[in-house]
């Protein structure tokens, strides 16, 4: 299972750091990435990390603002988010898959969601 936590509200220009742990298995040799979801639209692509984080992938919309990172000791990720805009308003998901990539198809495992509202 995946645990996605770290979600609130934010002024826009600020910080959120997500987490997501993972429990019941050990994800070390799963690519892992992150997706949003505002209200009203599909669900999209924010960034991924393949299995080793030796290579990363964002969407164009939050490359240079948003970092993605990894502890394969503590089964988890990270996604680091700076200069939010309320445009980052989502549900933002965690999921597990074999390829680095932004594609969802990638993935088998997701997380529930946590909820990221940034005001203006």
């Known amino acids: 299972q995946l645990q996605a936590c770290g979600g609130g509200l934010v002024q826009a220009g600020g910080s959120l750091r997500l987490s997501c742990a993972a429990s019941?298995?050990?994800?070390?040799?799963?690519?892992l990435g992150w997706f949003r979801q505002a209200p009203g639209k599909e669900r999209e692509f924010v960034a991924a990390?393949?299995?080793?984080?030796?290579?990363?992938y964002y969407a164009d919309s939050v490359k240079s603002r948003f970092t993605i990172s990894r502890d394969n000791t503590k089964n988890t990720v990270y996604l680091q988010m700076n200069s939010l805009k309320p445009e980052d308003t989502s549900v933002y998901y965690c999921?597990?898959?074999?390829?680095?990539?932004?594609?969802?198809?990638?993935?088998?495992?997701w997380g529930q969601g946590t909820l990221v509202t940034v005001s203006s």
């Open positions: 999921a597990a898959g074999g390829l680095r990539s932004a594609d969802e198809e990638s993935y088998t495992y």
């Open positions: 019941g298995r050990t994800f070390s040799r799963y690519a």
């Open positions: 990390i393949s299995w080793s984080g030796g290579s990363t």
